[in-house]
């Protein structure tokens, strides 16, 4: 039978510049038995159990925010199952697994675990086998995904780590110290079920929360990293790679309250969220309801927690029922998926109206059309002249994709459909741009943009002076293009374009390709099909065309350009200031 002796391995954790005065620890250590053999009795390299103990606060598991925003000395608490990770100074390799035996939901812990008795130690929470000493460095793995804790961030969150220094009596103390900071979001909803005035629904559970990384800032929120012991605190030795910008933080179905708001702490490395950061709030069924989105700096340090304002999280609602998530960016509210309704809202230019859906036989007046109808795509009806390469950017996958999900792709609408007009002609007599009023097939309280307002999408470029009509344009594509669903497939001449859209803010702007109307109106033909969206706006430019904002997936841009007031195309909605 393998000798097992106990000694005594105090923990304390300094915050900031709080540390714990060395008699102060001394008079709370735990004396080990008399019986207890000491180091010196024992066999080199033996291994024995050792007991961590201080009445001291121990590692910042439990957040408690009732006594305080700060992560200080008296708002914390050990939990049950909690384990650290201890390394022999010297030893290169895995670490010893020591449990929490003794002061779950006190300041203080009893932990037991295996390791050779003599020398000193490093030690880090939370437990991972995969961590390893090398020299004085510890590699260890910042989790992309955390669990949400009431009040709290949740376990294993966050990261700490200890050098041990050996007190009078030749007791062991591991003084922890944090690694990481945190981002607090307060959420509230509405109280309504079922829409309001606005179109709005409130009443919403929350399953989980992805805090995104501005791509502009461009550092990991999680990965591998290494964490440098030589200094006198712990600290990271460079940002974590091979992670990603995002962090899920899973919620065991959070129910929001309209009158009191919940907190959700994420875990984040220092140094991080410096040109702003979007928190997307998914349903229990992994759906989004809502985009939280900011450009603000709001950079993370060490032990800081930085609370948000509280957010009110809805989604809407259409005529018909159908629901969409909101992109909340900056100050402005959109629509984050596609339009999908043909019954004009009770408060729009048309109340009541049903749009007509065609596919063949296409007239100028109002009409949408199913992105999804096979035979609108010439790459499958060889009877169309329209085969260029151009033209059949779409492949198998992607038609599948689309086809597969209306609810999320939406319909194409021409102009007249689009803004509320009853006829061709009525569209065409419309020749300049609607003063940020005209709702169309917009649920109420919400409109059709105007090209002036899709400027408010470049929020980051504005706040450094980039202001005016085609800066910012020219790179903010990347920002707004959703990160699934765009064609790997290029056009001739843009094979080697390969930046992926990073949807920095909430907007998933969707490549559902365009639909163009013959010259005679007898029929149509679909395009660029995961290559391709483009986006209707209120302006007019004459009787015959109107601006459209466009997303490519072979460049940067977010551009504009003029269209055929009869051509289909996808529709956002900004709600009414």
């Known amino acids: ?60 598991i439990a957040y408690d925010a009732s006594k305080g925003t700060d992560v200080t000395d008296d708002n914390t608490l050990w939990q049950e199952n909690d384990e650290i990770a201890v390394y022999k100074v ?55 995904t955390q669990n949400y804790a009431a009040g709290s961030f949740g376990r294993d969150a966050a990261i700490f780590a200890a050098t041990s220094t050996i007190e ?33 629904v409130g009443m919403h559970t929350v399953g989980s929360i992805v805090l995104h990384e501005n791509s502009l800032g461009g550092m990991s929120l999680s ?51 410096t040109k702003g950061f979007c928190a997307t709030v998914n349903g229990t069924d992994g759906k989004k309801i809502m985009s939280l989105a900011t450009t603000t700096p709001n950079i993370i340090k060490v032990n800081e927690i930085i609370k948000m304002p509280t957010q009110e999280v809805f989604n809407i609602e259409d005529f018909e029922g159908n629901r969409y998530p909101v992109a909340k960016i900056g100050a402005y509210f959109w629509t984050a998926e596609n339009l999908r309704s043909t019954t004009y809202d009770t408060q729009s230019e048309r109340p009541g109206a049903v749009l007509v859906k065609k596919t063949t036989d296409v007239s100028y007046d109002p ?117 699934e669903g765009w064609s790997s497939t290029k056009p001739s001449g843009y094979e080697s374009y390969d930046k992926e859209g990073t949807d920095d803010y909430g907007f998933s702007g969707l490549p559902t390709g365009r639909f163009s109307v013959y010259s005679n109106g007898t029929g149509g033909y679909m395009s660029e099909i995961g290559g391709c969206a483009d986006i209707t706006t209120s302006s007019a430019t004459s009787s015959i065309e109107f601006g459209v904002e466009y997303l490519f997936n072979y460049s940067d841009e977010f551009g504009y350009r003029e269209d055929l007031k009869h051509n289909g195309r996808m529709v956002r909605c900004l709600k009414d200031f």
């Open 223 to 273: 990965g591998s990293t290494t964490v440098d012991m030589s200094s006198d605190k712990p600290q990271f030795v460079s940002a974590p790679t091979g992670g990603g910008l995002n962090v899920t933080l899973n919620c065991p179905s959070v129910p929001l309250s309209p009158t009191e708001a919940k907190e959700f702490i994420i875990a984040v490395p220092a140094g991080v969220l």
């Open 367 to 483: 009409f949408c059309m199913d992105p999804t109808d096979k035979s609108l795509w010439p790459v499958y009806n060889s009877s169309l002249n329209h085969q260029s390469e151009y033209l059949k950017n779409v492949d198998d996958d992607d038609y599948n994709e689309v086809c597969s999900q209306l609810d999320r792709w939406g319909y194409l609408y021409n102009w007249a459909a689009a803004l509320g007009f009853e006829t061709e002609d009525a569209a065409k007599a419309q020749q300049e741009d609607f003063d940020y009023d005209r709702q169309g097939i917009c649920p109420n309280g919400w409109h059709i943009p105007s090209d002036p307002e899709y400027l408010y999408l470049l929020t980051d470029y504005a706040r450094n002076g980039l202001d005016t009509r085609y800066k910012g344009y020219d790179v903010a594509g990347v920002f707004l293009r959703s990160v």
């Open 90 to 144: 010297g030893v290169n390799g895995a670490p010893a697994r020591f449990k929490l035996v003794d002061g779950a939901g006190t300041s203080y812990g009893t932990f037991e675990g295996v390791i050779e008795p003599t020398g000193n130690y490093y030690g880090v929470y939370p437990y991972s086998a995969a961590g390893a000493l090398d020299g004085t460095s510890i590699a260890i793995e910042l989790p992309a």
């Open 1 to 60: 039978m393998k000798r097992l002796v106990r000694l005594i391995l105090i923990v304390a954790l300094a915050i900031g510049a709080v540390s714990c005065k060395k008699d102060e620890i001394l008079n709370t250590v735990k004396e080990a038995p008399k019986d207890t053999p000491t180091v010196k009795d024992l066999p080199p390299k033996q291994k024995i159990t050792l007991s961590a103990s201080s009445t001291k606060p121990g590692l910042r």
């Open 168 to 200: 009078e009596g030749g007791d062991v103390l591991l003084h922890f110290e944090p690694l990481l900071g945190y981002l607090s979001l307060s959420l509230k909803t509405l109280s309504n079920t079922t829409r309001d005035a606005d179109s709005r």
